[in-house]
């Protein structure tokens, strides 16, 4: 029940925004268990961020996991990450590390630059490179096998092709006789009909022919 939960929590995660961030990662996914550590690296290179966020994007709420300053590097950890968190490296290439994971931590870590406008004081937040997605307690989705089907089913399916191939082939032919009848009977009755004008013209002459008198010669003496 619990794996099918965290697949189900993939799936969801996968039509995210987030998704295409996390692909980019070396490791997107990582599969951990209970009091396992994960270790993460953000890298960036432009050169006028200010500071980074580590957020947790999980699948009932987004969870600041901690800020980092880099003019001072001070570390502003979030609730319930003060003693778990370790970072090592610069702000445009930091290496991250989480100690003791639970089910809680499972989700998309993303990672966010944070840019200020010196005038407005207003901030603009980008995202960098390496962002992991984190299952806890779970594992691996199952694998769909490929089944071969039996050879008395693929008998049966190859039986069931040719009875409906055959069921289409009466059908046409059911559809198609009657029509090929009525247009041959036209064209017989057409035959007949002009056969029968014929011998009527036939048997008038005959007749015209048996009314008509004799020849006759003028006989001299």
Same mark, same amino acid.
């Given at each position: 029940?619990e794996t099918s939960v965290h697949c189900l929590f993939l799936l969801v995660f996968a039509s995210c925004s987030t998704w295409s ?10 599969? !951990? ?34 800020? !980092? ?15 778990? !968190? ?24 993303w990672f966010k630059y944070r840019r200020m406008d010196n005038k407005t004081g207003k901030t603009e937040k980008f995202g960098g ?23 008395? !089913? ?11 191939f055959l069921l289409c082939l009466t059908l046409l032919l059911i559809w198609l006789v009657p029509r090929m009848k009525k247009s ?38």
């Open positions: 029940m961030t996390a692909v980019k990662s070396k490791e997107p996914f990582r599969w !951990l268990n209970s009091g396992d550590s994960v270790t993460m690296q953000c890298s960036t290179t432009e050169t006028d961020y200010d500071g980074v966020y580590l957020v947790l994007r999980s699948l009932h709420e987004d969870k600041e996991i901690f800020f !980092l300053f880099g003019r001072n590097k001070k570390l502003t950890p979030g609730k319930g990450y003060e003693s778990r !968190l370790r970072t090592e490296g610069e702000l445009n290439n930091l290496q991250v590390t989480l100690a003791n994971m639970t089910v809680d931590d499972s989700g998309v870590y490179d390496g962002s992991s997605m984190v299952v806890v307690n779970g594992r691996p989705c199952p694998k769909v096998e490929e089944k071969v089907l039996p050879s008395n !089913l693929v008998i049966v399916s190859a039986i069931s092709a040719g009875s409906v041959m009977g036209k064209r017989h009755g057409h035959a007949r009909r002009s056969d029968s004008v014929y011998e009527d013209m036939r048997k008038s002459h005959a007749s015209h022919r048996a009314h008509q008198p004799p020849y006759q010669t003028n006989q001299y003496p």
